[in-house]
């Protein structure tokens, strides 16, 4: 008997620890995927591509203000040179996205 319950919470317990790994890598992994090349890896826009094009790190006055409603319609439509990702992220995916990116908003 206390083998089988020994064996039920230690399978509870590396659920909860898979589940939990896989929302905390959600928007981290897309991020890296689709914003990290003109972001940069800290949202400081120091990637060679942000450079190029200018992109305002996440420290940036301009970007700080903007909630996180604004954040997720610039990324669903575009926003100055910044593709629009409607068509190829869904809607949860870039509201994970923009929560992961908002951690370098300080």
Do not use: W
């Amino acid at each position: 008997m206390k083998f089988r319950t020994g064996v039920t919470t230690l399978a509870m317990m590396a659920a909860m620890t898979m589940t939990a790994a896989f929302a905390q890598s959600g928007g981290a992994s897309i991020y890296k995927t689709k914003c990290q090349m003109c972001h940069g890896a800290t949202g400081m826009a120091d990637s060679g591509a942000g450079k190029a094009m200018k992109v305002k790190p996440a420290t940036d006055p301009d970007v700080k203000k903007l909630n996180e409603a604004e954040m997720i319609a610039a990324t669903k439509n575009g926003m100055g040179k910044m593709q629009p990702f409607k068509d190829k992220l869904t809607d949860a995916q870039i509201k994970d996205a923009v929560e992961y990116f908002r951690t370098f908003v300080k």
